[in-house]
């Protein structure tokens, strides 16, 4: 079993190199989104209705870990192969790292193409953005991502390998249908999404810090994570700030979502060299969080 869950993880990269995202329609998260996207709006009990979403999540858990099982019992392979299937459909680094490289890329040549761009990276208006800001919104939300996306998906995969491979493709889904149900719902302008903010605030803790040790790593400058506590809490999110504050220490720029956050005040916005920087340390970690998924579920 653990031969073929270290496959699945070489597959999932694999597929990710490959062709980066399922096509849309036959995307599994695309559905769980139209899944979950009836609850989007107001309701008499909303925190009731918002119990439904980790209900959905635990669901979509136990599907996918029925269905690797019943492969499992046709062919011990077609279980490993859906099992890369499920984790290739549950992380992206491949787009992230293309959209964000895009926008730092726009950001000093055609600014507003980048504005144009940005919105599919992350979710803040960008219409009065400066360059530097375009930039800094590109690396924050690259390494923001890398924690939700990737890290998190794949640590939960690797833990479960431990118990077994449909207990490791369950947990790659449920940490992605929790995170969807979060970026979907979990806004304070939506009541509904409280539950799925909580959860995804609980589920999220530990890949972010490992986010964070990540990019550490990537960078070869561990220093970054003392100086990057200084600043972690300063985001909204508990979570989000470890691998965001982290690679603003790492690059030495200052990181800044205007009215909400700065991380590294003392530095300058990043220029393109930094920015461009910023976003390949987040894909190196992300290699080595498939490495490291890899490693510990073969063993």
Same mark, same amino acid.
């Given at each position: 079993?653990?031969?073929?869950?270290?496959?699945?993880?070489?597959? +999932?990269? @694999?597929?990710?190199?490959?062709?980066? #995202?399922?096509? %849309?329609?036959?995307?599994? $998260?695309?559905?769980?989104?139209?899944?979950?996207?009836?609850?989007?709006?107001?309701?008499? !009990?909303?925190?009731?209705?918002?119990?439904?979403?980790?209900?959905?999540?635990?669901?979509?858990?136990?599907?996918?870990?029925?269905? $690797?099982?019943?492969?499992?019992?046709?062919?011990?392979?077609?279980?490993?192969?859906?099992?890369?299937?499920?984790?290739?459909?549950?992380?992206?680094?491949?787009?992230?790292? #293309? #959209?964000?490289?895009?926008?730092?890329?726009?950001?000093?040549?055609?600014?507003?193409?980048?504005?144009?761009?940005?919105?599919?990276?992350?979710?803040?208006?960008?219409? !009065?953005?400066?360059?530097?800001?375009?930039?800094?919104?590109?690396?924050?939300?690259? +390494? #923001?991502?890398?924690?939700?996306?990737?890290?998190?998906?794949?640590?939960?995969?690797?833990?479960?390998?431990?118990?077994?491979?449909?207990?490791?493709?369950?947990? +790659?889904?449920?940490? &992605? @249908?929790?995170?969807?149900?979060?970026?979907?719902?979990?806004?304070?302008? &939506?009541?509904?999404?409280?539950?799925?903010?909580?959860?995804?605030?609980?589920?999220?803790?530990?890949?972010?810090? $490992?986010?964070?040790?990540?990019?550490?790593?990537?960078?070869?400058? *561990?220093?970054?994570?003392?100086?990057?506590?200084?600043?972690?809490?300063?985001? *909204?999110? *508990?979570?989000?700030?470890?691998?965001?504050? %982290?690679?603003?220490?790492? $690059?030495?720029?200052?990181?800044? &979502?205007?009215?909400?956050?700065?991380?590294? =005040?003392? +530095?300058?916005? =990043?220029?393109?060299?930094?920015?461009?920087?910023?976003?390949?340390?987040?894909?190196? @970690?992300?290699?080595?969080?498939?490495?490291?998924?890899?490693?510990?579920?073969?063993?």
């Amino acid at each position: 079993m653990s031969v073929l869950a270290a496959g699945a993880v070489l597959l +999932a990269a @694999a597929l990710d190199w490959l062709v980066a #995202e399922p096509p %849309t329609r036959l995307h599994p $998260v695309v559905w769980y989104g139209r899944l979950l996207a009836p609850l989007d709006r107001e309701w008499a !009990q909303p925190w009731l209705v918002g119990l439904l979403a980790p209900v959905f999540a635990i669901g979509a858990a136990l599907g996918v870990a029925g269905l $690797v099982t019943l492969a499992g019992w046709l062919h011990p392979l077609a279980a490993g192969l859906l099992a890369g299937l499920v984790l290739f459909s549950t992380t992206s680094r491949r787009m992230l790292l #293309e #959209e964000a490289r895009a926008v730092v890329t726009l950001s000093d040549s055609d600014p507003g193409a980048a504005r144009d761009r940005l919105p599919a990276l992350a979710g803040r208006d960008p219409t !009065q953005l400066s360059p530097g800001e375009l930039r800094s919104a590109a690396v924050e939300s690259a +390494a #923001e991502n890398l924690a939700d996306g990737l890290v998190a998906p794949l640590l939960a995969f690797a833990l479960g390998a431990l118990v077994s491979l449909p207990v490791a493709a369950g947990a +790659a889904a449920f940490v &992605k @249908a929790v995170n969807t149900g979060d970026s979907m719902l979990g806004y304070r302008s &939506k009541p509904v999404g409280w539950a799925s903010a909580r959860l995804d605030d609980l589920v999220m803790f530990v890949p972010a810090r $490992v986010s964070a040790a990540l990019l550490a790593a990537a960078a070869v400058a *561990p220093a970054s994570l003392t100086r990057a506590s200084a600043w972690a809490d300063t985001p *909204p999110s *508990p979570n989000s700030g470890w691998p965001m504050a %982290t690679v603003a220490a790492a $690059v030495d720029r200052r990181l800044d &979502k205007p009215g909400v956050y700065t991380l590294n =005040p003392d +530095a300058p916005l =990043p220029d393109r060299e930094a920015a461009d920087h910023g976003v390949t340390l987040v894909g190196r @970690a992300g290699l080595l969080a498939v490495a490291l998924a890899g490693v510990v579920a073969w063993f």
